[in-house]
């Protein structure tokens, strides 16, 4: 299984907005229901920020957004504040869980 | 509030098999949900190692199917990994996990970084 492709780094100022993109060879990301979205802070379990594609979890700012559109996932950051320098990393279900390789966001 | 630990060596020998337990408080393992292991070598990516339900159905990574078994232990609470022989490319922090309530990992545990070294 190979992982999920995602860019190996963003970066933004605080107030604009990025996107994370999240695509995959022989896999079908864009007509994936179970895609998520984690945030992962320095030396901490990974968070989840974005479930079943759209939906967050409660708790998580509406700053954080997913979506899909032809075959790639994406996960949008508004607002960037500081506190979301982290690695994001998109996952889907397909028969069992694939992740992608991680995004560093620098804000 | 559901919390996970995991626990087990933090250092084993290069081709023995090392076995970690994840400890769950706050729901009972009988009451759903496909448990998970994931993890995480040095610098790098996520990678889910397998999934257990509490009647004991597995599935796993393909890439390392023939190196996992998973078991669940009710009574307990607790499920386990066990991964054998191990190399320097098993070095990694160890997660378990729950999903939120369907396809994704909603809770985690802190992690066990376990070292494989001589």
């Known amino acids: 299984q190979s992982a999920l492709t995602q860019p190996a780094s963003v970066s933004g100022s605080p107030g604009q907005s990025i996107t994370i993109s999240c695509t995959g060879p022989?896999?079908?990301?864009?007509?994936?229901?179970?895609v998520s979205w984690y945030q992962q802070h320095p030396a901490q379990a990974p968070k989840l920020i974005i479930f079943?594609?759209?939906q967050r979890p409660s708790g998580v700012s509406n700053r954080f957004s997913g979506s899909q559109s032809g075959s790639t996932a994406s996960l949008t950051i508004s607002r960037l504040q500081a506190e979301d320098e982290a690695d994001y990393y998109c996952?889907?279900?397909?028969?069992?869980?694939?992740f992608g390789g991680g995004t560093k966001l620098t804000v | 509030q559901v919390q996970l630990q995991e626990s087990g060596p933090g250092r084993v020998k290069p081709s023995e098999t090392v076995s970690l337990s994840c400890t769950v408080s706050?729901?009972?393992?009988?009451?759903?949900?496909?448990w998970a292991w994931i993890r995480q070598a040095p610098g790098k990516g996520l990678e889910w190692i397998g999934s257990?339900?509490?009647?004991?159905?597995?599935f796993s990574n393909p890439s390392l199917t023939s190196r996992v078994t998973l078991s669940v232990d009710v009574s307990k609470n607790q499920f386990s990994l066990k991964l054998t022989s191990v190399t320097a490319a098993d070095t990694a922090v160890y997660y378990c996990?729950?999903?939120?309530?369907?396809?994704?990992?909603?809770?985690w545990g802190p992690g066990l970084l376990v070292t494989v070294s001589s």
């Open positions: 257990i339900s509490y009647t004991g159905t597995t």
């Open positions: 996990a729950r999903p939120r309530s369907g396809f994704d990992f909603g809770f």
């Open positions: 996952c889907l279900y397909e028969r069992g869980w694939l």
């Open positions: 706050g729901f009972s393992i009988s009451n759903g949900f496909f």
């Open positions: 022989n896999v079908d990301v864009g007509g994936n229901k179970y």
């Open positions: 079943d594609v759209t």
